[in-house]
């Protein structure tokens, strides 16, 4: 009975340290930001009036189908070319907005359309 009070008590400290380690790396640069934009749509016009019916012209009949040629023989395989050097190592980046303006920063921007939500991770503008 001791023993079994002690397990449970020991899996639930266990737990409880993972979940908030769990959660301490899970923090990054701090909160994300959501921006939403709301798309409206407004009310449908009147439809408009059926066009007319265009003239239906006669197809001539098919003309005759010619010879197929003799095929031609296959070429030979070309060498394989050489290798060439690696290039140099392109500029180092800073998190997933490297190369955005100055003051952009990584946050959800989620779009309301009557069709339905999108959610795109992307740089966002600053706060003004």
Known sequence: MKAALLLALGLGM???SGFLTATAFSQGEGPIR???????????????????TGAQGERGPPGARGPIGPQGEQGERGATGLVGPTG?????????????PTGYSPGILQINTPGG?????????PEK
């Open 117 to 125: 939500q999108v959610k795109i991770w992307t740089c966002l503008e």
């Open 88 to 100: 140099p190592p392109g500029p180092s980046g800073s998190g997933p907005c490297a190369g955005a």
């Open 14 to 16: 266990a737990g409880g």
């Open 34 to 52: 959501t921006v939403t934009i709301d798309i409206p749509t407004g009310p449908t016009g009147p439809a408009g009036p059926t066009g007319e």
